[in-house]
């Protein structure tokens, strides 16, 4: 009797301490991503967010191709959400700007694209600019756009008719940021 006691006491105390810790966050993997957008050595994930949003085209002539037009893209307008599904920032441009909820921003240079399947923007790695403001961007140093679902350029034409006129299409991507270690 006091063994079973005590296994149970024992057996309380330590689902009470289980349900007190935080649980773990699996660390993000780039092992299934292409090369050229993977994150160097010497980086660890700060944040991963799901961008949930918009990205505006518009129809422009084609660059030195009389007579030619095409879909150009213009920015995004999407909020950042976390794993749990809140708020933690939003995604605008131009130019390409991410924003923490607590202020603090930073634009980045493009390092690398890499194709995902039809139908969805690419994958890309791009590098952090220096933060404006303190918060949760700053010290930024790298950040992934993966798991991209819709955003490509509209499949309606594009030609004389409708110059200048702008689109926008739905898209989805994780957004992982990274810090030095």
């Known amino acids: 009797m006091l ?12 689902v009470a301490a289980c349900g007190t810790m935080t649980p773990m966050m699996p660390t993000y993997s780039q092992a299934g991503l292409p090369a050229a957008v993977q994150v160097p050595a010497g980086n660890r994930v700060a944040l991963e967010t799901v ?3 918009d990205i505006t085209y518009q129809c422009s002539a084609k660059k030195d191709m009389a007579g030619q037009f095409e ?10 959400m976390d794993r749990s599904g809140k708020q933690v920032g939003k995604y605008y441009g131009p130019p ?6 607590d202020g603090s921003k930073l634009t980045a240079t493009q390092l690398a694209v890499a194709p995902n399947m039809a139908g969805n923007i690419p994958l890309q790695l791009v590098k952090g600019n220096p ?5 949760a961007m700053q010290g930024v140093t790298y950040i992934q756009r993966v798991a991209t679902m819709g955003g490509v350029a509209p499949a309606t034409p594009c030609a004389a008719g409708n110059l ?6 739905k ?3 994780d957004y992982i ?3 030095a270690m």
């Not at 933060?131 to 918060?135: N, Y």
């Not at 200048?164 to 299409?169: C, P, S, T, W, Y």
């Open 3 to 14: 063994i079973r006691t005590a296994l149970a006491t024992a057996a309380v105390s330590l």
């Open 51 to 53: 961008g949930m949003g």
């Open 71 to 80: 879909w150009v893209f213009v920015g995004p307008d999407a909020k950042l």
């Open 96 to 101: 390409a700007t991410w924003e923490a909820m």
């Open 131 to 135: 933060a404006m403001g303190s918060g």
């Open 164 to 169: 200048g006129a702008k689109q926008i299409v």
């Open 171 to 173: 898209y989805q991507a």
């Open 177 to 179: 940021f990274y810090k």
